[in-house]
């Protein structure tokens, strides 16, 4: 099993939308993936290590997938409409991890 | 439900013994932790968003507690044993992040 990770990084003056996110990008991105989407998981950042210390990502989205070229051939044909949906509710480049579940 | 995110950085020279994570730190965890800790995963980086392009972080650790509450007060008396053992298994300084589990 792997496991796509979308980081959105707490930065000051962005926006994130996290009721659309959750209500509307994710439900497309399940759609669009299909069955090679195993399991989605999202998280919302309260804050870092340190008590009142804040939190390195305001959000967390997580695709999983069989293998990564599963991944990879759901993806493909619908990365520019998936892509093209995060205007609509956050300013922040995200970052991108593939990583394999070992527990 | 919240969830602990502990990332380690994928810095270039330094080690990480995944299978004394799972197999020794998380059992270690676990046993430390009981009940409160509802769930747990470990991720192994494999790459970033670009092909070839390497990951953000090598591994990842995830602790689920049903609050911030209840993983402060599981946490807190096993703090020092914990974080001890970690040497045992790399020298990575880890990031920590505390999200609130939205799906």
Same mark, same amino acid.
């Given at each position: 099993?792997?496991?796509?990770? #979308?980081?959105?990084?707490?930065?000051? @003056?962005?926006?994130?939308?996290?009721?659309?996110?959750?209500?509307?990008?994710? $439900?497309?991105?399940?759609?669009?993936?299909?069955?090679?989407?195993?399991?989605?998981? #999202?998280?919302?950042?309260?804050?870092?290590?340190? $008590? @009142?210390?804040?939190?390195?990502?305001?959000?967390?989205?997580?695709?999983?997938? *069989?293998?990564?070229?599963?991944?990879?051939?759901?993806?493909? $044909?619908?990365?520019?409409?998936?892509?093209? *949906?995060? $205007?609509?509710?956050?300013?922040?480049?995200?970052?991108?991890?593939?990583?394999?579940?070992?527990?």
């Amino acid at each position: 099993m792997i496991k796509v990770s #979308v980081f959105y990084p707490n930065e000051k @003056g962005k926006k994130f939308d996290m009721e659309y996110y959750c209500n509307k990008h994710m $439900p497309m991105v399940q759609q669009k993936l299909g069955n090679a989407l195993k399991s989605r998981a #999202v998280e919302q950042g309260l804050g870092g290590g340190e $008590p @009142g210390s804040r939190p390195i990502y305001i959000a967390m989205g997580h695709l999983y997938f *069989d293998s990564v070229e599963a991944f990879q051939s759901a993806f493909g $044909p619908h990365a520019q409409s998936i892509m093209g *949906d995060v $205007p609509n509710y956050t300013d922040i480049q995200p970052a991108i991890q593939i990583s394999e579940v070992k527990i």
